[in-house]
């Protein structure tokens, strides 16, 4: 174990509290990589170098101390290293790509909300994170918008949501929210709360990934209250699952949250079956994490060294599906540009049809015949 896997346990209470401490997570921040000149201090190669500062001139780098110290400098091709380092491939981009690639902002009736399903908004209280992932589909938002928190610019949202009875679920996300201050926090969870329609309040975050520690108790008590909340985590590799992060998700969970993890199909990180086999289980097993999306790269500038092909995404849901138990297994999606939303890109198994007698292959590969008894009530 590497000694700052031992320091962020040391952070923790014995009996599973979660840490109190605030200024441990601060000095994994300031310890880590917030400029491009700290890029200076990385075992890059001079080539590397330009291309990295070059890179990281067009998007936003920060990388918390713990997570970059999970980077094995020896492997080019590290999985951690390929998710926030930047690397020259990104300035090459390609025809096609998308500054918003899932129109978060086409289906935005006021600033910092989205509205494309009936029951459910995307609420963005901040375009800052606690890292930056080079994939990022919203990059360019961080990027352009790059503001944090401030309580005037979420009042028209507020006002949109209050006015809203179909909506049942609000979604933190951004940027991420749990890089906000406890303060900031409980008093936007007290807002959605105070509107009586919403019933669920959903935070999609890398926190527990890449600053474990800010998972404090003092977080925890700022979201709790009259709502049911969702966490969804954002974990691509097991490399990422460490006592730190193990800690985050127990403290999560005994708060009450329904834990969930969505992740991103990357080639060169987490695109092979052992790879993707191996995170799902310690997900479910070890965190108490539920997979739940594995996103087909969607079309974010700069990305197509790290996009597999959908016919490559489907072999390994379909391997997936036949190693792992049904709890274990996410579902593979894809989030359609213009707003289509989430679509199942799993392999049918439906080989064919005809009238009441279906052919359907088995997790065995086997066809077999199904026929429908269908009764009159
Ligand atoms: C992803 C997303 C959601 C949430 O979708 P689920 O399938 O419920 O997880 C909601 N609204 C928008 C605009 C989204 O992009
Ligand atoms: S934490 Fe999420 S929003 Fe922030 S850069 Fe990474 S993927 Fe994008």
């Avoid at 109190?20 to 080539?47: E, K, M, N, T």
């Avoid at 028209?156 to 201050?181: K, N, Q």
């Avoid at 539920?290 to 092909?309: E, F, S, V």
Wanted: charged share 25%.
């Amino acid at each position: 174990m590497t000694s700052h896997l031992a320091d962020a346990s040391m952070a923790v209470d014995a009996d599973g509290a979660p840490a109190d401490d605030d200024a441990a997570w601060q000095d994994d921040v300031r310890a880590g990589v917030r400029h491009v000149r700290d890029l200076d201090s990385l075992p890059l190669s001079p080539a590397e170098r330009a291309a990295a500062q070059a890179a990281a001139t067009r998007h936003k780098v920060r990388i918390p101390k713990a997570y970059l110290d999970l980077i094995d400098w020896s492997d080019p091709a590290d999985p951690i290293r390929a998710q926030v380092i930047p690397s020259p491939e990104e300035l090459a981009e390609q025809e096609g790509e998308l500054d918003d690639p899932i129109a978060d902002h086409a289906f935005s009736p006021v600033p910092r909300l989205t509205h494309r399903h009936a029951d459910r908004v995307l609420l963005f209280p901040t375009y800052q994170c606690a890292v930056y992932c080079r994939f990022c589909f919203r990059k360019e938002s961080l990027t352009s918008i790059g503001r944090g928190f401030s309580r005037e610019a979420l009042e028209p949202a507020f006002a949109y949501i209050e006015a809203h009875p179909e909506i049942r679920e609000v979604i933190l996300t951004g940027g991420d929210p749990l890089s906000l201050p406890d303060k900031a926090l409980a008093e936007i969870r007290a807002r959605i709360e105070a509107v009586p329609h919403v019933r669920l309040l959903r935070i999609h975050t890398r926190v527990p990934v890449a600053l474990p520690l800010r998972v404090t108790s003092g977080l925890v008590r700022a979201l709790q209250g009259r709502l049911m909340v969702t966490v969804v985590t954002h974990f691509n590799h097991a490399r990422e699952i460490t006592p730190a992060a193990e800690q985050a998700c127990r403290a999560l969970r005994q708060g009450g949250f329904v834990l969930l993890n969505q992740s991103v199909l990357l080639k060169g990180v987490n695109d092979t079956v052992e790879v993707l086999e191996e995170l799902c289980r310690e997900l479910m097993y070890r965190l108490g994490v539920k997979p739940y999306y594995l996103h087909h790269g969607d079309l974010a500038r700069g990305m197509a060294h790290r996009r597999t092909t959908i016919a490559e995404g489907q072999a390994l849901a379909s391997a997936l599906r036949a190693r792992l138990s049904g709890i274990c297994n996410p579902i593979y999606v894809l989030d359609l540009p213009d707003g289509g939303g989430k679509v199942p890109l799993g392999p049918s198994y439906v080989e064919a049809q005809d009238g009441e007698t279906w052919r359907i292959r088995g997790q065995d590969g086997q066809v077999r015949a199904y026929t429908e008894i269908v009764g009159d009530l």
